[in-house]
C-alpha cells in the first residue's frame, strides 16, 4: 500500500518527517517490548511459557522487525529489505513444518500492528505531532503488516509443496519396498513408512486402476495417438497410490473393512478398478500378481465387468477362470476332453445349453432355482437339461466330474470361440 506523491507512487516511510523518524528510533525498544507483550497476550499460543530460550527468539526477532521498521522511516528504501522478508518466509515454512496453517501467525501480526499503532497514536499526542504525521505512520503499519504476511504466506505456501514432492517421492519408494519379491525387511518398511507419513496396515490388497471402454478393453492401438489418456482419479490419502503412467496401482488398507470400500464406488469412466487378494505386506507382490492377472482377463474380455459395468472386480470373484487361463491350452483341452458333445453344436444353442448346465451344476440341478438364476420358466430348464442328457448322457450327474465340468464350463463360457 502506498501514498500518492507528485503523481507517483512513494514507500508511506519516504514521507515522515525526518524529527519524527528520529523520535521513533530513540523510543524503539519500547515500542518492541510493547508489541511483544501484546502478542503473548493475545497469542498464547506464542508465549513461550515452558519455552524460554522460543521466548528470547522471538524477543529478539520483535525487535529487529522494530527496528528495521525504524530505519526505513525517512528514508527512501523502495521495500522492505531482503533479509527480513526471508526471515518472515521462514517463520511461515516453520508453521507448515508444524503441520499448522498461517492463522496463529497472521493473527500474531495482527496484534503486533494493533499494539504499534496504539503505541504510536500515544506517542504522536506525548510528542505533538501532526496529524499527518500519524496518518502516515498508520500506513506504514498496514504496509509492513501486508508485506510480511505476504512473505509468511509464501514461505508456507513454498514449504507445503516441498513437503508435497517429498512425501510423493517416499510414498512412491514405500510402494515399491512393499512390491519387491523377495520380501525387504520389516524394519527398513517401517522406516520407509514413518518417512511416508503412512501407517502399515495388518492387511492389504493391491489395487489396479485402468480406464476401459464399455465392453472392457482398452482403445484399439490406433485410436491411442487421438486420445488424451484420462486423469486418474482422487483417492483417500490411506490408499497408497503411484499415479504415474496409464496403469495407476496401490496398495489400499485393511481392504475387508466394515462397510466396503465405498471411495473405490464412483469412479469416474471409463476408470475400472481391480483388487487383488488380501495379505500381509510380505505378501503385496503375490496380490499385485494376481491383480494383473484379473486385469489381463478383463481387458481380454474373459472376465466380465457385470451388470451397469461395475467399477470395481475383484480376483476372489473368479477364481476358476484365473486359475483356468494360467496356461492358455489348459483351457482347451480340459474343453474338448469334457464340453466334446456341446462343441459340435451351433454356437448359439452350445452357449445356451453350456450356460444352462453351469447353472444346473451350481444349483444342484435345481430346476426352479436354476431357473430363476436364469431369469427363464422351469419348464425351459427341464426341456434343456433333456437335451444335455441326450448329448452327455450318464456322464451329465457323474459326482466325480462335476468341479471339472463347473471349470471347463466357466472358461469355455468366458471365450466359446477360442476353438476357431
Not at 99 to 120: F, I, S, T
Not at 401 to 416: C, G, I, K, V
Request: charged share 25%.
Amino acid at each position: 500500500m502506498t501514498l500518492m506523491a507528485s503523481d507517483r507512487q512513494v514507500p508511506p516511510w519516504s514521507l515522515v518527517p525526518p524529527q519524527a523518524a528520529a523520535l521513533l528510533r530513540r523510543y524503539q525498544a519500547d515500542l518492541a517490548t510493547e508489541i511483544f507483550d501484546e502478542v503473548r497476550a493475545q497469542v498464547p499460543e506464542y508465549a513461550w511459557r515452558e519455552a524460554p530460550e522460543r521466548r528470547a527468539e522471538m524477543a529478539e526477532a520483535t525487535r529487529r522487525t522494530v527496528a528495521e521498521f525504524a530505519n526505513l522511516m525517512g528514508g527512501p528504501a523502495p521495500t522492505w529489505p531482503r533479509h527480513l522478508l526471508e526471515h518472515f518466509m521462514e517463520a511461515g515454512a516453520e508453521e507448515a513444518r508444524a503441520g499448522r496453517g498461517l492463522e496463529l501467525l497472521q493473527a500474531a501480526l495482527r496484534a503486533g500492528a494493533r499494539a504499534a499503532l496504539r503505541w504510536l497514536a500515544v506517542q504522536s499526542e506525548r510528542l505533538r505531532l501532526p496529524g499527518e504525521v500519524y496518518r502516515v505512520f498508520a500506513e506504514m503499519v498496514f504496509t509492513t503488516l501486508d508485506e510480511l504476511a505476504a512473505a509468511a504466506a509464501e514461505g508456507h505456501r513454498r514449504e507445503l509443496a516441498r513437503q508435497g514432492g517429498d512425501r510423493a517421492r517416499h510414498r512412491t519408494r514405500l510402494l515399491s519396498l512393499l512390491a519387491t519379491e523377495p520380501p525387504v525387511a520389516p524394519e527398513v518398511i517401517a522406516d520407509a513408512a514413518a518417512q511416508a507419513g503412512w501407517a502399515v496396515p495388518r492387511s492389504m490388497a493391491v489395487l489396479l486402476l485402468a480406464p476401459l471402454d464399455e465392453a472392457g478393453g482398452r482403445d484399439a492401438p490406433e485410436d491411442w495417438a487421438q486420445r488424451e489418456e484420462p486423469a486418474p482419479p482422487n483417492l483417500p490419502a490411506e490408499v497408497l497410490m503411484d499415479g504415474r503412467g496409464s496403469r495407476p496401482w496401490g496398495i489400499v488398507p485393511d481392504p475387508e473393512r466394515p462397510g466396503g470400500l465405498p471411495f473405490l464406488a464412483d469412479l469416474p469412466a471409463p476408470w475400472v478398478a481391480v483388487l487383488g487378494p488380501t495379505v500381509s505386506a510380505r505378501e503385496v507382490g503375490t496380490s499385485r500378481y494376481w491383480a494383473q492377472q484379473t486385469l489381463s482377463l478383463v481387458e481380454r474380455g474373459l472376465i466380465p465387468r457385470g451388470p451397469g459395468r461395475r467399477p470395481v472386480i475383484s480376483w476372489a470373484d473368479h477364481l476358476p477362470t484365473l486359475v483356468l487361463f494360467q496356461r492358455p491350452e489348459l483351457p482347451r483341452m480340459m474343453a474338448r476332453r469334457l464340453l466334446a458333445p456341446l462343441l459340435r453344436l451351433r454356437p448359439r444353442e452350445a452357449e445356451r445349453l453350456g450356460l444352462t448346465l453351469l447353472t444346473c451344476l451350481q444349483h444342484g440341478f435345481n430346476v426352479k432355482n436354476a431357473a430363476r438364476a436364469l431369469h427363464v420358466h422351469p419348464q425351459t430348464v427341464r426341456y434343456r437339461i433333456h437335451r444335455l442328457q441326450e448329448l452327455f448322457g450318464q456322464d451329465l450327474h457323474a459326482a466325480d466330474r462335476r468341479l471339472e465340468m463347473e471349470m471347463a464350463l466357466h472358461a469355455w463360457l468366458a471365450d466359446p470361440f477360442f476353438e476357431e
